[in-house]
């Protein structure tokens, strides 16, 4: 699997374990709303470049494969401590919009 798609697939699983980590903590309904919207959009993300190509010799693309490594680390650090749940959903967002930039690199099949 390229770096590329490797670094989608992990935040997807991530997020979609988390979930109950969240509800654990005690999230409310609409922070855990936000949490299924950014689910879904790495989700949507993960299958745009499993359906498509990304280019990992692309300097961008590479710059944010880094980027979402970092972004990565930040979400597992922050789940490890869920002391304020609206402070780690704002991280998720991040890393998912990353997500959405990468895929927004695909060259279509």
Request: charged share 20%.
């Amino acid at each position: 699997m390229n770096p590329s798609l490797g670094a989608l697939e992990k935040q997807y699983f991530f997020l979609t374990q988390s979930l109950s980590d969240l509800m654990d903590k005690g999230a409310t309904p609409v922070e855990l709303d936000a949490m299924r919207k950014s689910i879904v959009q790495s989700r949507t993300n993960y299958w745009k470049a499993i359906n498509n190509v990304l280019h990992d010799d692309d300097p961008d693309v590479a710059s944010l494969v880094s980027q979402m490594s970092t972004a990565q680390l930040n979400l597992e650090a922050g789940l490890k401590n869920l002391g304020n749940v609206a402070k780690v959903l704002d991280v998720i967002t991040k890393a998912v919009d990353i997500g959405s930039q990468l895929t927004a690199k695909v060259v279509a099949l």
